[in-house]
Each structure stands twice: as structure tokens, then as C-alpha cells.
């Protein structure tokens, strides 16, 4: 998936912008990182990626499609999001729950979501606590468990907001 900026600015407040008149392009099959201080605008621009924040101006294309309301969904579906705080992204109480919950929206048949949930949570090394709640996992296990998550749904995108800072 190409994704583009086109002069993009927003702001949190009025008369302040956190992103200003940013513009770049990122062709498909490409991986980038962004990088900067705290405050910078790194996850403001993974929000607005994903299409969890509208522009102030400009705007943002995926696959040469407008990112705006009417398409967001479309577009969010092939797309996937590690945020720095895992969690903000649990909803079961269970690990093997939380990394089906996307599947099942999908709706995703039950022996390729069983085969996805093993393969990913593996992957990422958290295969022997698929049935402990989340909140007693270690900060970089609710990471890991957030990665697979989003590994499971096999996204044309992914992108990590800071997603590995509690991994030792």
C-alpha cells in the first residue's frame, strides 16, 4: 500500500499545530521509521494514518484513495496499529481471546483464527500464556501480545508507535 502526505497540519488546539504542512510518500513494500523526541508528533502521525485523527488541512492518501470519513473503514481494515501502551489495546481476559477479538470481527473461520492465534502469539513467544488475563503480564508481554495481535489480522501495514519500548 502507498501512503501519502499532502502538506498535512494538525493541531490539538487551535493556533497550534503538532504537525505543520508535512508531506512525504511511502511506496509500497517500504518500511520507514520516524523518529524524534517526545512531543515531536510521531504518534500524531500514526493516528492520522490510521485515520483515528482528521487533518486540520491537506490530506492523506492510501493506495491514491482519500483518507476521509466515507473510506476510513475501508482503508483501516488494511491496516494495523501497535500503540506504545498495550493497554490501550486490550479487550478480552484472556490472551488467546484478545488476539482473536479482531479475528472474529473479521470474520475470520475458526480453524484459520485458531492457526493464526498459534502461529503469532509463537512468533512473538507468548504461545504458553494464551490463557492468562493480560493484566498480569509484564509490560513487554502485554507488548508482545499486542504485536501478535495485530500480526494475527495480517495487515497490508503495520505500524508500531513506539511498540517495543518495554522489551528487554
Known sequence: MKIKFDSVTFGYEQGTSVVKDLSFEIDTNQMIAIIGPNGSGKSTIAKLMMGLLIPDKGHIYIDGQLLDEAGVE??????????????????????????????????I?????????????????????????????????KQRVAIASVLAMEPDVIIFDEATSMLI
Open 74 to 107: 475501508k482503508l483501516r481494515s488494511k491496516m494495523g496499529i501497535v500503540f506504545q501502551n498495550p493497554d490501550n489495546q486490550f479487550v478480552a481476559s484472556t490472551v488467546k481471546d484478545d488476539i482473536a477479538f479482531g479475528l472474529e470481527n473479521r470474520c
Open 109 to 141: 473461520e475458526r480453524s484459520e483464527m485458531l492457526k493464526r492465534i498459534n502461529e503469532y502469539s509463537s512468533l512473538v513467544k507468548m504461545d504458553t500464556h494464551l490463557e492468562r488475563n493480560p493484566e498480569d503480564l509484564s509490560g513487554g508481554q
